[in-house]
């Protein structure tokens, strides 16, 4: 059966490019019906932090990133890896070493005035260090011994064919000094006893790979399949990340977005199923298979991912669109009581509103008059239009107060004032919104409703 997990470290919050890393092994899994797993990777225990962990399981519940197994802490696994290092120790498959970081970073500075390449040279290693005593007072690392000879392989379902000689690696600390076990001895403990078989990850962690697949046989595993997923980079192209602009996943919620437009923007990054452009989660889960990933760099482009939110949203029922407003008109402070149901105001709105918030906003009009000084009419209506809209505050009192019976009348107020239609429905949209960028009026009269038209009218032509 296929297994695929997250790992994300809590030391901050996620970002898009993090979150990928999420979305394409939970897509994979659901494809093939299989388990996917999320794992907290918290053994950094000065940066990581229960808000960041938090941060991290909101997020994936509100894209829809379900997770069959976990979360599982690696801070719970501590006598696992223990035993783990303990076996590998008494195999001779790792060793103590002694070297003092003052030590390492002679060494280091040595073979780079060389020009080598820093690494550690193995001067610990049982066989150098028959004749030498542990110096006093300093606890030891343990140490990975890694094959002298030969290579690395493996086939990487993104990148294709890697091989790295094993003379280009050191041997690993996989415990340190104060007995906490480092990242690469983690992971690959926690991938075998959870029976990983796909890690889908950035490609970030290309070189750890090598590293992990030693490990991996010196426990007598096989590895799992490999997919290095590319680099995410931001619209000018560094690499997505705190530092260059990434915001949190979470911030793209509070900002209007919908989950199911994220999740379509982040698997067109890096993914692509023939032209495929707007697509729904479950289409998504339905296409996905590793061949379709590239090794290209994907670059976040801010206003496709609106562009996208707009589509979705423009595609979804009315009822499901209210349901996602609902928290933001509430947020902007507007009383929907006595008005128009929010699934209505939606079905006007969503044509015009790439996101929630702007589509709150938006949706102000419907509920209260517009703010006093944004219904002037001045300079806006001449004395004929003026005329014509006192007509119409009075037809209105016996107008059937429809679409169908609204714009006729309109239109027809016009003519008897010798005015083009224009000119009576944008000071109208004027004196009822607020503003003339809203939808076709006659449905906005409709749903403002008869008596709040006739009054914010009367005060327009009053003010």
């Known amino acids: 059966m296929i297994r695929t997990r997250f790992a994300p470290s809590p030391t901050g919050f996620l970002h898009l490019g993090n979150i990928r890393s999420a979305l ?3 897509a994979f899994a659901r494809h093939h019906g299989g388990v996917f797993i999320l794992r907290i990777e918290d053994t950094d225990q000065e940066r990581s932090t229960p808000e960041a962990t938090q941060a991290i399981v909101d997020a994936m519940h509100w894209l829809g990133l379900d997770y069959d197994e976990g979360p599982f802490y690696q801070m719970q696994r501590l006598a696992r890896y ?35 390449k820093p690494r550690y040279d193995g001067r610990w290693r049982p066989e150098r260090a028959k004749e030498m005593t542990p110096p006093a007072g300093v606890a030891p690392v343990l140490r990975f011994r890694n094959p002298d000879a030969g290579a690395v392989r493996w086939a990487d379902a993104v990148k ?19 007995g906490s076990p480092t990242y690469n001895f983690c992971v690959v403990v926690d991938d075998l006893d959870m029976r990983i078989t796909h890690v889908i990850r ?5 070189n750890n790979t090598p590293r992990q697949i030693n490990i991996m046989r010196a426990l007598d595993a096989e590895p799992p399949i490999y997919a290095h997923l590319p680099t995410v980079l931001t619209p000018d192209g560094e690499k997505l990340s705190k530092r260059h602009g990434a915001r949190g996943v979470l911030q793209y919620r509070d900002d209007g977005y919908v989950a199911e437009a994220l999740v379509n923007y982040l698997a ?41 939110n707009h589509e979705h949203l423009r595609r979804m029922p009315a009822e499901a669109v209210a349901d996602e407003l609902a928290p933001f008109v509430e947020r902007a402070g ?11 105001v939606a079905e006007l709105l969503k044509e015009r509103s790439p996101t929630l918030v702007i589509m709150a906003e938006a949706a102000a009009y419907f509920y209260r008059p517009p703010a006093k000084g944004t ?8 004395a004929a ?22 714009l006729p009348a309109l239109k027809a107020a016009a003519a008897r004032h010798g005015l083009k239609p224009g000119q009576v429905m944008m000071p109208l949209r004027v004196a009822v919104a607020g503003t003339t960028a809203t939808p076709a009026i006659d449905a906005v009269l409709e749903l403002v409703g008869r008596d709040a038209t006739r009054s914010r009218v009367e005060a327009a032509l009053a003010a």
């Open 375 to 382: 219904a002037t009419l001045a300079g806006r209506v001449d």
């Open 202 to 206: 950035g490609d970030d962690h290309v």
């Open 24 to 26: 394409f092994p939970w």
């Open 385 to 406: 239009g003026r005329e014509a809209l006192r007509e119409l505050v009075a037809e209105f009192e016996g107008l059937a107060w429809s679409r169908e019976a609204i």
């Open 160 to 178: 294709g064919a890697i091989e790295i000689a094993n003379a280009e690696l050191d041997d690993l600390v996989i415990v340190r000094a104060d």
């Open 334 to 344: 507007i009383d929907t009581t006595g008005g128009p149901p929010l699934s209505r």
């Open 82 to 116: 223990r035993d783990v290092a303990a076996d590998l120790l008494a195999r001779g498959l790792a060793y103590q070493c002694y070297t003092t970081p003052a030590e390492l970073d002679a060494l280091r500075a040595a073979q780079i005035a060389r020009g080598e």
């Open 268 to 308: 067109r990054l890096g993914w692509a199923h023939g032209d495929a452009e707007v697509f729904s989660a479950q289409q998504f889960i339905a296409w996905f298979d590793l061949a379709g990933l590239t090794a290209s760099p994907g670059r976040f482009d801010p206003g496709k991912l609106e562009w996208l």
